[in-house]
């Protein structure tokens, strides 16, 4: 028996006539439904918390956050430092080894991870994103999709091989269930996560993400993401296009760069605390002038808001997308 798996170690089977099949696809169908029901579970988390912060809307922080006075801003976002701080530094002695960073697992480890400590940073991200902080909250499906992929891998006895496809599915099949888009989270799953868009993988990639997805409809609404108006094709506006796309590449590699030298030169030790704090308190600041302005601005304006990227289910936006909002949690342009 070990000949036999140690000949096979790593082979995706293609159809349930090969060996080990059942197991892999029984792995499959179980990622998608677990990481359906965690994230419908983490979004319902997240309109608790944010509730209960901005003392508003659970599902539009906009609106919560143009509601609530300057203090609240400062408040809330200090507060969402300190847990992060906090929180960072008591998720790091839960466990040692490798990180909790999904690609790098993927890569280096074989699709493992700390499960304790990746779910504690999973819940850790909702709550600091329902306080206003920037991380992206498909983060924590992301993570908890991962841990379950480890878990069902484990269960079934799966080679190594088979293990870094299904963390792959299940963070793609997180983001898909935290978004409704099943599609675009099996193209995540298998260009961003494994690195690989192989025929073999895209069944297991696509199956894993409308579970979860469809698992996730019974809790979350069935709703459009982002609300977009219909914009008619001009030659100018091709024109435009043309000439600022090559600025938007270049700006995109230098983004890139200064993601990577921000993570080189990240907070360590006790600076782990005090960075967060620090830096959402700064935005808390910045909130409170920027907010009051554009809600002047858009006082005057009789024109109905037209474009208001705010998900139906409390989704928080980074803050590249979110620069003239009350707390950097969305925007709206006034026509």
């Given at each position: ?184 989270g099996a193209l995540f799953a298998l260009e961003v996560m494994r690195g690989k868009l192989a025929l073999r993988f895209v069944l297991p990639a696509l199956f894993a ?127």
């Amino acid at each position: 028996m070990a000949r036999f798996v140690a000949k096979n170690n790593g082979a995706i089977p293609t159809t349930l006539a090969r060996p080990g099949a059942l197991r892999f696809w029984l792995a499959v169908c179980w990622i998608g439904t677990t990481t359906g029901l965690a994230a419908a579970a983490l979004t319902r988390l997240l309109e608790l918390v944010q509730r209960a912060a901005w003392r508003g809307s659970g599902t539009n922080i906009l609106a919560a956050a143009r509601q609530a006075s300057g203090s609240r801003h400062l408040i809330v976002l200090i507060a969402a430092g300190i847990l992060t701080g906090v929180g960072q530094v008591i998720l790091k002695e839960l466990s040692s080894g490798n990180g909790i960073d999904t690609t790098a697992a993927i890569w280096f480890f074989a699709g493992r991870m700390p499960a304790l400590r990746t779910l504690g940073s999973a819940v850790l991200s909702i709550f600091a994103v329902a306080m206003g902080a920037s991380m992206g909250r498909e983060g924590a499906p992301k993570q908890a999709g991962a841990v379950f992929a480890n878990f069902f891998a484990d269960t079934e006895a799966l080679s190594d091989e088979q293990r870094r496809l299904l963390v792959a599915c299940g963070a793609g099949a997180g983001m898909g269930a935290a978004y409704g888009v099943p599609l675009g989270g099996a193209l995540f799953a298998l260009e961003v996560m494994r690195g690989k868009l192989a025929l073999r993988f895209v069944l297991p990639a696509l199956f894993a993400s409308l579970i979860a997805t469809g698992v996730s409809w019974v809790a979350l609404p069935n709703a459009p993401t982002y609300i977009i108006p219909s914009f008619s094709l001009s030659a100018s506006l091709i024109t435009w296009v043309i000439v600022v796309s090559p600025i938007f590449a270049f700006g995109s590699i230098l983004y890139i760069r200064l993601v990577r030298l921000a993570d080189k030169n990240k907070p360590r030790g006790w600076q782990r605390f005090i960075a967060p704090a620090v830096i959402l308190g700064l935005l808390g600041m910045v909130s409170v002038r920027s907010g009051r302005a554009c809600l002047k601005d858009c006082s005057r304006c009789s024109a109905p808001v037209r474009f208001c990227p705010l998900p139906p289910r409390g989704r928080s936006q980074p803050l590249s997308w979110s620069w003239n909002s009350p707390a950097g949690t969305g925007h709206s342009f006034c026509h």
